[in-house]
């Protein structure tokens, strides 16, 4: 799982991250097989902005703007206010313990929007259930 350093009163957010222009992101965690094809959906569609990948390969993680934890209500997924900035040249991911599956230089937008995000994992949801459903 993804380590958002979020407490009992928020995140634990030190000193912001340096560099101009970046601003705090929330992370939606989904598991890894839902998330990459919603990244296959997003990359199709010019939707899709940073994505984290936890050490183990079994959660995937996606920078969404600000404030989207307040109203994110997805079943399978989880969305947490964090620290983690949605850096535009940064090497090391913003989060611990994680490694960029889609870099901030190569990803079409500086965040995922939540609806575009809510739809592709929707789309994931039933093309993975397809699937299942032929085995």
Same mark, same amino acid.
Do not use: K
């Given at each position: 799982?993804?380590?958002?350093?979020?407490?009992?009163?928020?995140?634990?957010?030190?000193?912001?991250?340096?560099?101009?222009?970046?601003?705090?992101?929330?992370?939606? *965690?989904?598991?890894?097989?839902?998330?990459?094809?919603?990244?296959?959906?997003?990359?199709? +569609?010019?939707?899709?902005?940073?994505?984290?990948?936890?050490?183990?390969?079994? *959660?995937?993680?996606?920078?969404?703007?600000?404030?989207?934890?307040?109203?994110?209500?997805?079943? $399978?997924?989880?969305? *947490?206010?964090?620290?983690? +900035?949605?850096?535009? +040249?940064?090497?090391?991911?913003?989060?611990?313990?994680?490694?960029?599956?889609?870099?901030?230089?190569?990803?079409?937008?500086?965040? *995922?929007?939540?609806?575009?995000?809510?739809?592709?994992? $929707?789309?994931?949801?039933?093309?993975?259930?397809?699937?299942?459903?032929? +085995?």
């Amino acid at each position: 799982m993804l380590d958002t350093h979020v407490t009992a009163n928020g995140p634990a957010c030190g000193a912001p991250a340096p560099g101009a222009g970046e601003e705090p992101c929330d992370l939606v *965690t989904v598991p890894a097989r839902q998330g990459l094809e919603a990244v296959d959906i997003l990359r199709l +569609r010019d939707g899709l902005g940073p994505v984290l990948h936890d050490g183990a390969g079994d *959660t995937l993680g996606f920078l969404v703007p600000p404030g989207t934890a307040a109203g994110w209500d997805l079943p $399978g997924s989880a969305c *947490t206010p964090t620290c983690a +900035r949605s850096p535009r +040249r940064a090497a090391e991911p913003p989060v611990t313990g994680t490694g960029w599956l889609v870099p901030p230089w190569g990803a079409y937008r500086r965040t *995922t929007e939540p609806g575009r995000l809510r739809a592709a994992l $929707g789309e994931a949801a039933r093309t993975i259930e397809a699937v299942d459903r032929c +085995r």
